[in-house]
């Protein structure tokens, strides 16, 4: 079969595209982990994961530091290219010689972390602790590869005269990174009916209606339910584009109910970012909470769940207590919000 319409006929020329709740953005920050200069490829690390292994284009990087990555939004957002240093290195950086091979015009220096065998120019003479200018190769991602001479370091200037006003110091280096603190509310809250099948069919008209999220296995006085109260946030987490999450808390807010007794709720990480056909599913680590009949508590996600909302296999909460209680979610203006406190590229 050869013919391009029998091919678009048999779905091979279609784009697999992004799939539903997916981030379409084309561009990203990522975290360089490692640069391998003989295949010209490079390993990033974006959104929390453990590193892509991708092409970049020439340019001077340096591990450890932010880069932006082009993605693929007809393969499913996969990261294609490196397209180089959040912010500009300079070529040329200043390392401190370790070792000199005078008969073959080489020395050992120590630069940018690591320690190189450099070529010079037999213009002078070099010394072991002398500190030199090195040049880096953008086409090779930065790697020292010249050393251009030595770096004669001025003196410091003399101490100013009694009469003459101190120096004003030089404003500190802005910070590569930030740290920001922000509310996400869910996009949509319910519960599901584990004895009917179906979503949204308790108490529909009170307590918040449709939108309060419910647990337990029944009402002390029915034998209604099993409930299982779901909150779904999409890939709001995700798209902040956060490298690290210092802190989520939830806030839960009781629903109002008239019961002896209030259990603490509990809730655990979701995968669905919107409202599932069938029964929602959870898996990892849970979290706790006692907020009584109407009052609010926040209450602090473990460390497991954030770095999974960081990555986005977590997109939203779900209520897995076993004793019957309520919250509050979208009928409220703060039901279920999640305070987050993350670190992101300034």
Known sequence: MTDPIEFARAGVLDPRGLMPGDDPAFLAVGVLVSIDTAQNRVVVAVNGSSGTRMSFIDGVYTVGQTVYV???PFDGGRSVMCLGPTRSAPM???GKITAVDAGNNRATVTVV???????YIPLTTFAVGNEVYVLREPQF??????????CNVPPPPPAPALDDPAPVPPPSPPAEFETVSTTILPSSTGTYRDDRGAWDRWNTTRYGGRSTLYQGASPPWSSEGPFIGLACYGNQVKNLGATSIGSIEVLLRGAGLSLASYPSITVKGSPHGSRPAGSPSSSG???TGSPGKSSAV??????????????????GLVLTGLGYNAVRGTSAADGMALKITYTCPA
């Open 70 to 72: 082009m993605r693929n």
């Open 92 to 94: 040329s950086v200043v």
């Open 113 to 119: 972390g690591g320690s190189f065998v450099l070529p």
């Open 141 to 150: 991602g930065g790697q020292p590869t010249l050393i251009l001479g030595p």
């Open 285 to 287: 680590d849970t979290a």
């Open 298 to 315: 926040w209450v602090s996600l473990p460390s497991t769940v954030r770095s999974a909302f960081l990555s986005g296999s977590v997109k």
